[in-house]
């Protein structure tokens, strides 16, 4: 987020006093690593977290020991060190990030690294069981980084539990390969794929260089089938890989179904298609899945169809494949099937592409339970639905939104659908007047500088001139998602507030563009007449130019749809050559995880700590350094210790984010109180 090394600006020596004042008055907390396990792995009972998110992707747990009266006891237990950061060259190094949220299942953690290595982990200790290695390639242009969010689980009812991969270990990889383990040894399963390996890569269309067509996310998993998407480029043309949503067979990995995302009438015949005959371009599901076994329903959270800020066909009869786009859309299990679909943003130019996990949850409404599911946008604003036919439970209206008077031939929607209920969690709208800055310089900079831009508000359509985006393509609310908790109904989510700038211009500029702006996010959008230049809108000195808070998390009451309270999230502590902890909130990546006892954990930031809140009304309760930002969703459970007591304990992984100028790590943290 901030490059010193690109600033060259002096500041007022009183800006500086009092930088250096607040460096005294934050003191010197810092994070010190547990001692390793010296003890060898071994499994205790435990409770059991087998899905990515946990039950129903509600990022909750039963557990109840740790509270607000006793955390201040709650102390690192153990770490563990994937090692990758030492790995690879500078430029590898920098292009990872280590994201994952590790599922449990009987006492043993599994969880994936940035360079998709495979570990098992005594859930007590920390201690390695066993790793594996697929190897990935490292050389490739990967443009989410090199990242694994997490790994799913499955058991064969049809053998026995100690046969070889009874119990099975899937894993995406980031060079489009789809993995089973043995759970017990990490082995693969040869009967899957070839060599317990599915080339993904095959059946999408042409992926122009290794990172075009990528997975960042575990699989979803229904019956004995694994279903996958795929994350495409930001930027590729109107003939990049198709947005295939595919099921495998979870015992040989022979393809089951697949749904591309088409829109209705699509000509298959004429228009777009890839060598297996999916439809090139449509929108892809990169972020997690989730599926309802009772239902019989895959949930997909779509994003917007390719490319992403100019699609207009030149009258070669292409439809807009934008049907499917920035929604969620519920797959039937066994077919692939769409049984519904509830559109989020029509006609999607904005880069606002449904980013996070679906949540599954009943709602309790007049005493009745409705099966429910909850849906963060990039836009701030949460659609909550009934999950068997996706009609809304809270009001939704169709508001007017500003027209493109640049290109009138490119048609965008007349309307936009605005919940009334929940009310969006991020700031939707700008005031000029409140531009941010550290001196009355600074924030002018910041004036002239927004004041220059074409801004009609948050749907304003992108054009040759500068455009603002806020909230941008960040979010909102991203990849980490929401937590519910069912019994108090209560949800809780972080979001950001990041303003960014969109420009097109003309594809034959895009050469002198790159060469003559290097570093800088200039894409072609190939078969396009414009590609696409983003930015982020910073000040002279490196820090946001849009208002305060830049993070926050916030707490809503499901019976009403209403805010109960916002939080600010993160300070610039560890975001600037002093440690000054401004409590300006960061923009974050990562989700909360809430407790039984009534507890949010959250790490997402951009400074080194792990915070805990009360959820009755938002305060924070308790932090810890960590040797990194936690931009990652952190997880929970019960074991057993070996007196045979219970014992709660909450992991998280500590890593940073290769996009941001903050330290990176690859540091799997557990916490546990401390004992009496």
Known sequence: MIDTTKTNVGINPAVLLYLSLLVILTGCEQYQDPPPANTPAQTRDASSVSLYGG????????????????IHRLQPLWSYHTGEISRGSASVRASTSFEATP???EGILYLCTPFNRVVALDAATGAEFWSHDPKVNLQGHYANNLVCRGVSFWRDPQITDNQHCAARIFSNTNDTR?????????????????????????????????????????????????????????????????GVVRAFDARSGKLVWAQDMAPPGYDYASHGVSDSG?????PNVWAPMIADEQLNLVYAPTGNPLPDYFREYSGDGRPERGHYGSSLVAMNGDTGEIEWHYQFVHRDFWDFDTPAQPTLFELQRDGKTIPAVAQGTKMGFIFILDRRNGKPLFAVEERPVPQNKKFPDLVLSPTQPIPILPKSVAHNDLNLNDTYGLTP????????????????????????????????????????????????????????????????????DYSRLRKDNPGKEISLQSGMPFGMWREMIMSPLGIPCNPTPWGTLTGIDLKTGEQLWQSTLGTTRDLAPLPIGLNTGTPNLGGPLMTASGITFIGATMDNYLRAFDNRNGKEVWRTRLPSPANATPMSYEISDIDGSRRQIVVVAAGGNSGSPITMSDTLIAFALEEE
């Open 441 to 508: 310089w600074d924030k002018s900079q910041c004036r002239q500088q927004m004041e220059s831009l074409h801004y009609q508000g948050m749907y304003t359509p992108p054009s040759t001139d500068w455009t603002l985006m806020f909230t941008g393509n960040a979010g909102g609310i991203n990849w980490g998602g929401l937590a519910i908790d069912q019994r108090r109904q209560l949800l809780v989510v972080n979001a950001s507030n990041l303003a960014f700038k969109v420009k097109l211009f003309p594809s034959a």
């Open 278 to 282: 999916y439809a090139l371009a449509t």
């Open 178 to 242: 789809l993995i089973a383990l043995d759970a017990k040894t990490g082995k693969p399963c040869t009967d899957f794929g070839k060599k317990g390996e599915v080339n993904t890569a095959i059946g999408p269309g042409n992926v122009a260089y290794v990172g075009e067509y990528q997975h960042t996310s575990p699989p979803a998993i229904i019956g004995d089938k694994v279903v996958i998407g795929g994350s495409v480029s930001d930027g590729s043309g109107i003939d990049a890989p198709s």
């Open 103 to 105: 599922i449990l299942v």
């Open 55 to 70: 039950e129903g992707g509600r990022q909750y747990t039963d557990s109840q020991e740790i509270t607000t009266a006793n």
